[in-house]
């Protein structure tokens, strides 16, 4: 799996968490939770579909490693040999 792959695997499941928020607009180096808007219930149903979508267990204790879209990405490739 590649990052671009990656990416748009965390945008597709960030539209179905908050399908209101403009995606195209987010800070990759911002945290996404402050950008939007989304409470701790919105972030932990978003991880839970990244590990359905992508397979990866993420650790609660990981959670601060998936801050942001860039920070995602990075976790996320690390995870799973991307290129």
Do not use: W
Not at 9 to 33: G, K, M, T, V
Not at 52 to 70: C, F, H, I, M, R
Request: charged share 30%.
């Amino acid at each position: 799996m590649t990052k671009d792959q990656i990416r748009a695997a965390i945008l597709r499941n960030l539209s179905a968490i908050a399908p209101e928020a403009d995606l195209e607009a987010l800070d990759p180096r911002r945290d996404l939770r402050d950008q939007l808007d989304i409470d701790s219930v919105d972030f932990m149903n978003f991880v839970v579909a990244l590990h359905q979508d992508l397979g990866v267990d993420v650790p609660e204790a990981d959670y601060p490693k998936l801050s942001s879209l860039d920070a995602c990405v990075a976790y996320l490739a690390g995870k799973t040999s991307a290129s």
